[in-house]
T-cell receptor
Framework: DGGITQSPKYLFRKEGQNVTLSCEQN?????MYWYRQDPGQGLRLIYY???????QKGDIAEGYSVSREKKESFPLTVTSAQKNPTAFYLC????????????FGPGTRLTVL | QKEVEQDPGPLSVPEGAIVSLNCTYS??????FMWYRQYSRKGPELLMY????GNKEDGRFTAQVDKSSKYISLFIRDSQPSDSATYLC????????????FGKGITLSVRP
């Protein structure tokens, strides 16, 4: 089955620790995105990548880092510099007939203890 | 003023009701408008995609865009309990391959 997978589904982290969220897609999509969703806040763009080995900051990139070494993978690292990391993290890739749809993964819920 | 404003909700309706969900926006450059549906603890899925002003219908769903008023709507006819979800509007100036700006989402509950 084609799609986007995110792992783990739930993640717990102690304050001061870095943690990496996985995002993998087998849709052969070039562009990939990371969003953060908080209650009552909608989705906010963290980072995005149009092609391999290239990525740009979104609206709330501080405290996060990404890499795009392979087309199918776009991992997100939440660093200890991120002040309020507890949130629901969503990965997406761009596809559709006219590249008009961002397909979302199932999300990772990160909780900082 | 936020770029995209969405009615905060939550919204509860009886089964079979017509539901109207709305968003307003301030950026006149927006030309592409989307509605996403998100079930609890899942990723959003695209429901409707429209370009510029006008109406688009897909089954029980109708998306309406009024660029002159900077106002978009999603209508759900004959609502079903399976429509219970959070609905997010999203828009961009250059299509889904550019930055999407999302509304905060509204949670809809359809009572059997």
């Amino acid at each position: 089955d084609g799609g986007i997978t995110q792992s783990p589904k739930y993640l717990f982290r102690k304050e001061g620790q870095n943690v990496t969220l996985s995002c993998e897609q087998n849709l052969n999509h070039d562009a990939m995105y990371w969003y953060r969703q908080d209650p009552g806040q909608g989705l906010r763009l963290i980072y995005y990548s149009q092609i391999v080995n290239d990525f740009q900051k979104g609206d709330i990139a501080e405290g996060y880092s990404v890499s795009r070494e392979k087309k199918e993978s776009f991992p997100l690292t939440v660093t200890s510099a991120q002040k309020n990391p507890t949130a629901f993290y969503l990965c997406a890739s761009l596809g559709g007939v006219s590249y008009n749809e961002q397909f979302f993964g199932p999300g990772t819920r990160l909780t900082v203890l | 003023q936020k770029e995209v404003e969405q009615d905060p909700g939550p919204l509860s309706v009886p089964e079979g009701a017509i539901v109207s969900l709305n968003c307003t926006y301030s950026n006149s450059a927006f030309q592409y408008f989307m509605w996403y549906r998100q079930y609890s603890r899942k990723g959003p899925e695209l429901l409707m995609y429209t370009y510029s002003s006008g109406n688009k219908e897909d089954g029980r769903f109708t998306a309406q865009v009024d660029k002159s008023s900077k106002y978009i709507s999603l209508f759900i006819r004959d609502s079903q309990p399976s429509d219970s979800a959070t609905y997010l509007c999203a828009m961009s100036a250059s299509g889904a391959n550019s930055k999407l700006t999302f509304g905060k989402g509204i949670t809809l509950s359809v009572r059997p």
